[in-house]
């Protein structure tokens, strides 16, 4: 059973900071790997989707890493901002299509 | 790109009554719809996968006969919650997809059960 876990739980860091969130995942047999973003009470927001075959994809000043054969992504927000406080959320899909969520990293910054 | 509407937004039910909730898929037929459920502080867990015109396929713990799945059409799929309690109080998100396209969203539905 694939299982999914992010470090840190929570992050709170002054702006202008450059932070790295961290996802694990048990089972390297993956489609693809998604960053989401959900602020409170809302919905999902796809920031990044990674496929197996690439090492990584960029977004503005988000860019995401993933390491299928260790089990590893890690997610980089430069030059943080208010605006970018909310729950990030890794998520795996396997070949059937379903998504595996971690807990998600709950991230304040702060001006 | 690819929108899924998803309602009501929020719901506040009496214990003992059922609610549906609508997933649609405005632009593109999806094929497969997944539906999670977050509780407060906690991620999305994924009850149950249904394919248009099949019957769904539950996740372990999660009972059929009290979250019913319907996805009838390409374009629409419904969970109906019944005789809900308070503990099915909890935030309710759709997704669907067709093939290994990636999957789009609902914004969500905060059902609270009194």
């Known amino acids: 059973k694939q299982e999914v876990t992010q470090i840190p739980a929570a992050l709170s860091v002054p702006e202008g900071e450059n932070l790295v969130l961290n996802c694990s995942f048990t089972d390297s047999a993956i489609y693809n790997l998604q960053w989401f973003r959900q602020d409170p009470g809302k919905g999902l927001t796809s920031l990044l989707l990674i496929q197996s075959s690439q090492r990584e994809q960029t977004s503005g000043r988000l860019n995401a890493s993933l390491d299928k054969s260790s089990g590893r992504s890690t997610l980089y927000i430069a030059a943080s901002q208010p605006g970018d406080s909310a729950t990030y959320l890794c998520?795996?899909?396997?070949?059937?299509?379903?998504?595996?969520f971690g807990q998600g990293t709950i991230l304040t910054v702060h001006p | 790109g690819a929108v899924v509407s998803q309602h009501p937004s929020r719901v506040i039910c009496k214990s003992g009554t059922s609610v549906k909730i609508e997933c649609r898929s405005l632009d593109f037929q999806a094929t497969t719809m997944f539906w999670y459920r977050q509780f407060p502080k906690q991620s999305l867990m994924l009850m149950a996968t249904?394919?248009?015109?099949?019957?769904?396929?539950?996740e372990q713990g999660v009972e059929k006969d009290k979250f019913l799945i319907n996805h009838a059409s390409l374009t629409l799929s419904t969970l109906t919650v019944t005789s809900a309690h308070p503990e099915d109080s909890s935030f309710y998100i759709c997704?669907?997809?067709?093939?290994?396209?990636?999957?789009?969203f609902g914004n969500g539905t905060r059902l609270t059960v009194t």
């Open positions: 998520a795996v899909r396997t070949s059937y299509g379903k998504l595996t």
């Open positions: 249904s394919n248009e015109g099949s019957k769904a396929t539950y």
């Open positions: 997704s669907g997809g067709t093939g290994d396209s990636p999957l789009h």
